[in-house]
């Protein structure tokens, strides 16, 4: 029985305890720093939607009974509706269903699953403790409560899963043992929910489709379908062009949002703004690193070794997806971690970098090409079986419609990525 210590209780670190569990051979504890969700009041301030697609919901479906219980919990999704300003959205249907479901409810119901199908003796979370420091010769984590008081755990092996601001991947680079590169990304967003459904009744916006618009000046908007009837999701723009900057008064955001997303008009409320205006913006960090091991005992996943833009979507479903990469690694060298964990970086890397250029150059900036990625998602599409060298799949659309590995996907979209690139620097 090997005992595993999991740094972080995200779905990464949840889902990779699923899967160790599910072995037979596994002791595991899992330490966050952050307060228990079925205890703690869950903050709207430090969640957002998110769309899990075929990446993700494979790995979820390799547990049995876990999709069914976090489909209980999400909405699923047949697609996207672009709103402009006049006219009808334009729709583009998805061959494979999405779930959407909020994140401190995908991790709530990852965790409840996991705590109801193991027992106590197998695995163990504790909460409100960080990972201060490791002991590589001892093979301990010295972690730390938030009263300040420190304790140490040993370990056969050691997962970093706590995120994009991991201390386990922190310790390791101070080590020299791996080398990271960690960049913000030139948007910031804000969270903002919405009813989706008149209190009337009168007026009710698609439940079954994401909702997004382009404001111009590199602002978007995208609004996921909650089960609650709720429409959550974020306003993305550059830093250095907050929207709402000039907006003094509830009543000023409020008519900025009537006419640039008419959409809207009749479901968002003045106290909707109200609590927008005082969420603060967020930043997103993104992480690129050389490895996603260290020697033969400790494993890095998620957001702490591959963080990246969340503009397409990907980075809870490739977090997800490393775990399942990482499992076929065990089943191939029988839970030999000494050549799993090599094995594992020399199959995932090269996919992780490629995500990282997806997500920073599959959307476009400029109008122009704003205009022919639309008109490509839309009527390129319809056209396809006719002109099939002339409408070429936009990476957009590899990503959301096929299970083609990243590397696979961007070597693709060559020519898409790189005139994105050059419109940027232009």
């Not at 729709?91 to 106590?120: C, F, G, V, W």
């Not at 092996?157 to 080398?179: F, K, P, T």
């Amino acid at each position: 029985m090997q005992k595993v210590i999991i740094i972080g209780s995200g779905p990464a670190g949840l889902l990779l305890a699923h899967y160790l569990l599910s072995r037979g051979n596994y002791q595991v504890e899992i330490y966050e720093s952050r307060l228990d969700p079925r205890l703690a009041k869950q903050s709207n301030q430090r969640t957002f939607p998110i769309a899990l697609q075929s990446r993700g919901l494979n790995a979820i479906e390799q547990i049995f009974g876990l999709k069914v219980a976090l489909a209980k919990k999400g909405v699923w999704s047949q697609g996207v509706l672009i709103h402009g300003k006049q006219g009808q959205p334009r729709r583009i249907n998805r061959k494979m269903p999405t779930l959407l479901i909020d994140r401190n409810q995908l991790n709530l119901a990852l965790l409840e699953y996991l705590l109801e199908k193991h027992s106590q003796e197998l695995v163990t979370v504790k909460f409100d403790c960080s990972c201060v420091d490791i002991n590589l010769e001892s093979h301990e984590a010295i972690l730390e409560h938030n009263n300040g008081e420190r304790f140490t755990a040993k370990y056969d092996r050691l997962v970093g899963a706590d995120g994009v601001r991991s201390q386990v991947r922190e310790v390791l680079s101070a080590r020299s043992d791996i080398q990271c590169q960690q960049d913000f990304i030139p948007d910031v967003y804000k969270s903002l929910h919405v009813p989706r459904i008149t209190s009337d009744k009168t007026v009710e916006l698609v439940g079954n489709y994401v909702h997004t618009s382009t404001l111009g000046k590199g602002i978007r908007l995208v609004l996921a379908p909650q089960p609650d009837d709720w429409l959550h999701g974020t306003l993305i723009f550059p830093l250095d062009n907050n929207p709402l900057d000039n907006c003094t008064t509830d009543e000023e955001v409020l008519a900025y949002f009537q006419e640039n997303t008419p959409f809207l008009k009749s479901v968002m409320r003045l106290e909707d703004v109200a609590v927008l205006r005082q969420r603060p913006v967020s930043k997103i960090l993104t992480v690129k690193c050389d490895r996603m091991h260290v020697g033969d005992r400790i494993l890095l996943v998620g957001d702490a070794v591959h963080a990246v833009s969340p503009s397409i979507g990907q980075g809870c479903n490739a977090s997800l997806q490393d775990v399942q990469v990482f499992a076929q690694c065990l089943d191939r060298y029988e839970d030999k971690w000494e050549e799993a964990l090599p094995a594992f970086t020399a199959e995932r890397l090269s996919d992780v970098h490629a995500l990282r250029e997806l997500s920073d150059y599959t959307f476009p900036r400029s109008k122009p090409m704003m205009l022919e990625f639309v008109f490509r998602l839309t009527v390129g599409k319809k056209l396809r079986p006719w002109f099939p060298l002339l409408t070429n799949p936009l990476p957009m659309e590899l990503i959301m419609e096929s299970e083609l590995p990243y590397s696979e996907v961007l070597k693709r979209s060559e020519g898409w990525i790189n005139r994105v690139k050059e419109s940027m620097q232009n």
